[in-house]
């Protein structure tokens, strides 16, 4: 193997390392040395990739970001309605979340009040969540009961309560809990007419 | 002032100090040294009260726990629907989470991986809305579609949500963010009969 490549994957095997170390205790308690040991490589070669913790918590941050990224970029059925890309989203997400250390790691670095908020992945969906909004509203495709606010508040609020509490019991973030959820917003949420379209459970995309 | 009752009240500030110090920094950066400082108190009187600052998140969390508990034990107006009750208790939560530190950082020691599972205050939270939408289901009070399930994910969800979120931006806590998420959700929730008298801003109870 190259020497850079060798670099380049020791740099991402220490990414992932801090990920699982700051997801399981924290920023402010995860050691440097928990860190290293867990990728296999000195304390020395931490420190030539990253000059310090919060370097490292940097870089996580930075990858979860173009994985959320990755996420809320994918594109849905052609013909598909906003909604049911925000639904499909929202199940990308919480997937992901469930799945990827670094995102989850990422999402509570975030909102580490020990850390400054720098990536802020949880304002990053939020106006994600209110441009796809905005362009169901465009479409005609909201209750016209429904204030695009609250749409906005209750899928932000809901996601976010649901990364955090999967932090400590994986069920919030399956499937199912999404799904649940959803089949009691869309009603209030989505016009007459697109409702039966819409699935609650996603289209696997 | 007699000597019991300085005690006693030297302990009450230590919490609010404390409480609002952890709510600040976070528990495993917050120094006893800020918190006695902030209390007007020397570092041997703290310790006089508590062993540790572990001790003192503890007591924190107890005196949390007995808050979250008169929020949740408020009487709603006589004949008022259980619906209803979740929508004022559910406001009044928020309502306290704005305004009361020690609540507030309870709830964020609840959740603190660098603390042992305790108090647990948003398990507490989540078994009182299970109850209530228990007795709504007995009542006869769900929309048929409804599944208890989802109504208790999606408050629960929400609501941790909006605590979290709060915590950088207080807007998340205030009435007119919940009532939006509310008026979204009742429609689903509620059976047809009983969705007309049922006030999402809730009864000011």
Redesign the interface.
Known sequence: MAKQERAVRTRETLIRCAAETFD???F??ASLTTISTQAGVSNGALHFHFASKAALADAVEDVALLRLRAVTGKASPDGSSHLQHLVDVTHGLTRELLGDTVLRAGFKLS????RP?RTDL?GYWQGWVEQVVARAVAEGELHPE??P???V??V???????E??G??DAS?LEPR?VT??L???????AAQELRKEIRAEGTGQ
Chains 1, 2 share one sequence.
């Open positions: 399981r205790e924290g402010t308690v909102g580490d009040p020990a908020c949880r429904a204030a606010e609250g749409a508040t209750a932000v609020g809901a996601t976010v309560g649901f955090v509490l932090a400590q919030w809990t649940r959820f089949e009691l917003l869309l009603p209030s949420l």
